[in-house]
């Protein structure tokens, strides 16, 4: 009997089901805090602030070019050869013979070069000698000058062959050296002169030279840059299509943005001594919509001319051109309210559109420059009237069904905004692919700081806001397809008594600062 009642008890024990253990928590993180100034909207522009309110000087430089882009010296080898017609027979030890300047010219096109400084470069020398005995190379260019002395190099130079001439090679800086272009005469272009002198071993012994003997030097010209330079420029044309992009408006999807009147220049600086035709063929912005708008102006299109600069080194003082596009003279309101993203705009420079009118005068130094830049003051006094961004994150949310289900949850942003424009907040949640499988809409607006009143401590206006979006059960249920995320935002300037968006001043030291946080109601099973 005692048997059997164990038993029984023993089979109860064992057929029991045991019950899972199961609680609900709130699980609360933070996920981003930060705070926004106008520095991070115009990180790129100058702000500056006059009686409490702020103007952003948007300047873009398209064109600065200087001697570098202008005058191009390319690398370049000359040669000077000394060998007798006929024999000479018994030459006594130490004497000398003098080859006759050479000349050699350098390929510029159409420019011409009277003189130039140079800035950075080297020359090797390298010289040959054939004779049996040594000799002594005196190398020298005319007209490179450094300090008033001409470039002279002396080598010794050991016994060699008409088969295997001994060769001395030697690298040397040209920086700051002086050359003068213009040959023997003094009326050339782009001539560089080389002379040499021979000195047989004055300790050695009488030799005889044939006409098979090749006495030679070469000069090896290597990245020569330039400093200064005089001559004639040519007539190059700089021509280009600048194009810049504006990352924060390619995320403009709709709406509209009212500007206050401003102007836009586009200005020509002429820093070298020629005369300078310029030419704007056009201007252009397209937005994140497609649409394109180009600046339309009696001033875009026609050619115009710049003087030359004047003074020299540090008394050069340029001249300049500048176009102004203004909402009375071109379509600039409706161009700068298309708000484009992607921005175009074609010009070119010339150098002498009239050819040498300078006589081989034209002048430039290192601190010389052809700018072309565009630039505009924008008074920050701006009217949104359902202003959208959007930008799209990826995201990934994970869960362990087994021991852990997130039943819902609540995503909260707890703001401070001292700039005075409002914004409806909303979040699209999406596959991999782009599809969009559920909308979260804020609970509230991020108000205005024109709400507010002003804080006697900083002089700001300063409204705060708290914003809410709820994850329910079917946006948890696809946690785990959910691969990214748009957000939103749709701003306005809302006038604080009608509600009508007008165009508001933005404070000088306006910010935003705000507080991301995440709230999640978790089952957890063990």
Same mark, same amino acid.
């Given at each position: 009997?005692?048997?059997?009642?164990?038993?029984?008890f023993?089979?109860?024990?064992v057929?029991?089901?045991?019950?899972?253990?199961?609680?609900n928590?709130?699980?609360?993180?933070?996920?981003?805090?930060?705070?926004?100034?106008?520095?991070?909207?115009v990180?790129?522009?100058?702000?500056?602030?006059?009686?409490?309110?702020?103007?952003?000087?948007?300047?873009?430089?398209?064109?600065?070019?200087?001697?570098?882009e202008?005058?191009?010296?390319?690398?370049?080898?000359?040669?000077?050869?000394?060998?007798?017609?006929?024999?000479l027979?018994?030459?006594?030890p130490g004497?000398?013979?003098?080859?006759?300047?050479?000349?050699?010219?350098?390929?510029?096109?159409?420019?011409?070069? *009277?003189?130039i400084?140079?800035?950075?470069?080297?020359?090797?020398?390298?010289?040959y000698?054939?004779?049996?005995?040594?000799?002594?190379? *005196?190398?020298?260019?005319p007209?490179?000058?450094?300090?008033?002395?001409?470039f002279?190099?002396?080598y010794?130079?050991?016994?060699?062959?008409?088969?295997n001439?001994?060769?001395?090679?030697e690298?040397?800086e040209l920086?700051?050296?002086?050359?003068?272009?213009?040959?023997?005469?003094?009326?050339?272009?782009?001539?560089?002169?080389?002379?040499?002198?021979?000195?047989?071993?004055?300790?050695g012994?009488?030799?005889s030279?044939?006409?098979?003997?090749d006495?030679?030097?070469?000069?090896?010209?290597?990245?020569?840059?330039?400093?200064?330079?005089?001559?004639?420029f040519?007539?190059?044309?700089?021509?280009d299509?600048?194009?810049f992009?504006?990352?924060?408006?390619?995320?403009?999807?709709?709406?509209?943005?009212d500007?206050?009147?401003?102007?836009?220049?586009?200005?020509?600086?002429?820093?070298?001594?020629v005369?300078?035709?310029?030419?704007?063929?056009?201007?252009k912005?397209?937005?994140?919509?497609?649409?394109?708008?180009?600046?339309?102006?009696?001033?875009?299109?026609?050619?115009?001319?710049?003087?030359p600069?004047?003074?020299?080194?540090?008394?050069?003082?340029?001249?300049?051109?500048?176009?102004?596009?203004?909402?009375?003279?071109s379509?600039?309101?409706?161009?700068?309210?298309?708000l484009?993203?992607a921005?175009?705009?074609?010009?070119e420079?010339?150098?002498?559109?009239?050819?040498?009118?300078?006589?081989?005068n034209?002048?430039a130094?290192?601190n010389?420059?052809?700018?072309?830049?565009?630039?505009?003051?924008?008074?920050?006094?701006?009217?949104?009237?359902g202003?959208?961004?959007?930008d799209?994150?990826?995201?990934?949310?994970?869960?362990?069904?087994?021991?852990?289900?997130?039943?819902?949850?609540?995503?909260?942003?707890?703001?401070?905004?001292?700039?005075?424009?409002?914004?409806?907040?909303?979040?699209y949640?999406?596959?991999?692919?782009?599809?969009?499988?559920?909308?979260?809409?804020?609970?509230?607006?991020?108000?205005?700081?024109?709400?507010?009143?002003?804080?006697?401590?900083?002089?700001l206006?300063?409204?705060?806001?708290?914003?809410?979006?709820?994850?329910?059960?079917?946006?948890?249920?696809?946690?785990a397809?959910? *691969?990214?995320?748009?957000?939103?935002?749709r701003?306005?300037?809302?006038?604080?008594?009608t509600?009508?968006?007008?165009?508001?001043?933005?404070?000088?030291k306006?910010?935003?600062s705000?507080?991301?946080?995440?709230?999640?109601?978790?089952k957890?099973i063990?």
């Amino acid at each position: 009997m005692k048997k059997t009642i164990v038993l029984c008890f023993l089979i109860g024990l064992v057929s029991c089901k045991k019950e899972e253990t199961a609680w609900n928590v709130d699980v609360e993180a933070p996920l981003l805090h930060d705070t926004l100034s106008l520095k991070n909207w115009v990180n790129d522009s100058t702000l500056t602030e006059t009686n409490g309110e702020i103007e952003i000087d948007v300047t873009r430089t398209l064109l600065d070019i200087g001697l570098s882009e202008l005058i191009k010296i390319p690398d370049t080898s000359v040669t000077q050869l000394f060998s007798p017609i006929i024999t000479l027979n018994n030459i006594p030890p130490g004497t000398t013979f003098v080859n006759a300047i050479e000349e050699h010219s350098f390929d510029l096109d159409d420019i011409q070069l *009277k003189s130039i400084r140079v800035k950075d470069g080297r020359v090797k020398v390298k010289v040959y000698n054939p004779l049996g005995t040594k000799v002594l190379f *005196k190398v020298q260019m005319p007209g490179v000058t450094q300090n008033g002395v001409v470039f002279e190099q002396n080598y010794s130079v050991d016994a060699g062959s008409v088969a295997n001439p001994t060769v001395k090679e030697e690298w040397l800086e040209l920086s700051n050296y002086q050359i003068d272009l213009r040959g023997v005469s003094g009326l050339e272009f782009n001539i560089l002169q080389t002379k040499l002198s021979l000195t047989t071993d004055p300790n050695g012994v009488p030799v005889s030279i044939s006409s098979a003997y090749d006495f030679k030097f070469e000069a090896s010209l290597t990245d020569i840059k330039v400093d200064y330079a005089k001559g004639y420029f040519g007539s190059k044309v700089f021509s280009d299509v600048a194009d810049f992009n504006i990352d924060f408006l390619s995320k403009i999807t709709e709406g509209t943005l009212d500007l206050p009147e401003t102007a836009l220049q586009i200005s020509i600086e002429n820093g070298i001594k020629v005369p300078v035709r310029g030419q704007l063929h056009y201007l252009k912005n397209t937005n994140q919509l497609g649409n394109t708008v180009s600046l339309t102006s009696p001033e875009i299109g026609p050619s115009f001319y710049i003087s030359p600069a004047v003074g020299s080194w540090s008394s050069l003082q340029s001249n300049s051109q500048e176009l102004t596009f203004d909402p009375v003279n071109s379509n600039l309101e409706s161009f700068l309210e298309n708000l484009g993203a992607a921005n175009e705009a074609s010009y070119e420079v010339q150098l002498n559109p009239w050819g040498n009118t300078s006589a081989g005068n034209d002048e430039a130094f290192p601190n010389s420059r052809i700018k072309v830049k565009a630039s505009a003051q924008l008074p920050l006094k701006l009217g949104l009237d359902g202003l959208t961004l959007r930008d799209t994150f990826d995201i990934n949310f994970k869960q362990n069904d087994a021991q852990t289900n997130v039943e819902s949850g609540l995503i909260y942003i707890d703001v401070t905004n001292a700039f005075p424009f409002s914004c409806d907040p909303v979040l699209y949640l999406m596959t991999e692919e782009g599809q969009i499988l559920h909308t979260l809409i804020g609970s509230s607006q991020i108000s205005s700081c024109e709400m507010a009143v002003i804080d006697p401590i900083d002089g700001l206006k300063k409204q705060p806001s708290h914003i809410e979006f709820l994850l329910g059960k079917e946006q948890l249920a696809d946690l785990a397809v959910l *691969k990214k995320i748009i957000v939103e935002a749709r701003f306005d300037s809302p006038n604080a008594s009608t509600g009508i968006s007008e165009p508001k001043q933005v404070q000088a030291k306006a910010f935003l600062s705000f507080k991301l946080r995440m709230k999640l109601n978790t089952k957890v099973i063990l």
